[in-house]
């Protein structure tokens, strides 16, 4: 059966005949997967596939976007490799929500620094306990602005959260969200979320993170990142900016990460596709 939501991402996507020889122009000069690939955006990010829920048979999809399963395929795959989407073996491909499983394997990188000489290392990366330390409304300074494609002065909200591994707070993450994204957030919604920050933005607003853009530094604990991280002031900490982004390159988020390294790492799992 045909799927009408499908034609709302600008209609089945144009097959290129053989006699064709100039480069059309606008998306159709891209390769016919990445159209496809475009197209099945358009519609996850609309909202007609939720977190969790299956897409049709990639043959169903193929036919409706009037290419081969080859084509429809390699299409999924880039956003299976993305994060975007999740097959499940025998079950078919969902659109990937966003769980505590995702958070550690593609947002967390703090890790208990291992002892070379320990017989006992840690199999598995351990979830933080996570704590809201304030919850307020301000107004966007130019730092802010810039990275979250917003005008300064426009309002957001910003919030504290500590991070604790084994009872010792090790990261304190300073957020910074559009109100004009948010509408409606409040700091009892945010606190008694049933999940991770980032599945909050998929279930209640509709926003997915699918990736961040990060920079480390080295810096020096300010007074009240020091209290927070039980050091004393000036004590050096690992600082991180993260953008998180939604499709299109889209700002969601803006946050700065400091790092107690003291007996923790940073860990950074890089992997190329082939």
């Known amino acids: 059966m045909y799927d ?8 089945p ?3 290129k005949s053989k006699s064709e020889s100039k480069t059309p122009s606008g998306d159709e000069s891209l ?10 955006q358009k519609i ?3 909202g007609h596939y939720g977190p969790g829920k299956p897409l049709p048979s990639e043959s169903a999809l193929a ?3 009037q290419v081969s399963v080859g084509t429809l395929r390699h299409a999924v ?13 025998g079950k078919g491909t969902f659109v990937a929500p966003h769980n505590r499983a995702r958070f550690m394997f593609q947002f967390f990188h703090v890790e208990r620094r291992q002892d070379p000489e320990d017989n006992e290392p840690t199999s ?7 704590a809201c330390l304030g919850f307020s409304r301000d107004k966007a300074d130019a730092g802010e602005a810039r990275a979250l494609r917003i005008k300064l002065g426009d309002p957001v909200f910003r919030i504290d959260n500590k991070l604790s591994l084994r009872g010792k707070v090790v990261v304190l993450d300073r957020l910074v969200l559009s109100t004009a994204m948010f509408r409606n957030l409040t700091e009892k919604r945010f606190v008694e979320r049933a999940s991770t920050v980032y599945a909050l933005y998929q279930t209640d607003f509709g926003i997915t993170v699918l990736r961040a853009q990060e920079r480390a530094r080295a810096s020096a604990a300010s007074k009240v990142v020091a209290a927070v991280l039980s050091l004393p002031a000036g004590a050096p900490v690992m600082e991180v900016h993260r953008l998180a982004l939604t499709f299109g390159d889209k700002p969601v988020e803006y946050r700065v990460s400091f790092i107690n390294t003291q007996a923790h790492d940073y860990v950074s799992v890089l992997s190329k596709k082939a």
């Open 4 to 11: 009408p939501t499908l034609r709302w991402s600008n209609g």
């Open 77 to 89: 795959d880039e956003l299976v490799h993305e994060h975007v989407l999740v097959r499940r073996q």
């Open 63 to 65: 036919s409706q976007l």
């Open 31 to 40: 390769p016919l997967y990445r159209q496809v690939k475009k197209a099945l």
């Open 44 to 46: 996850i990010e609309a």
């Open 124 to 130: 598995e990366q351990e979830f933080p306990d996570i």
């Open 13 to 15: 996507v144009k097959t």
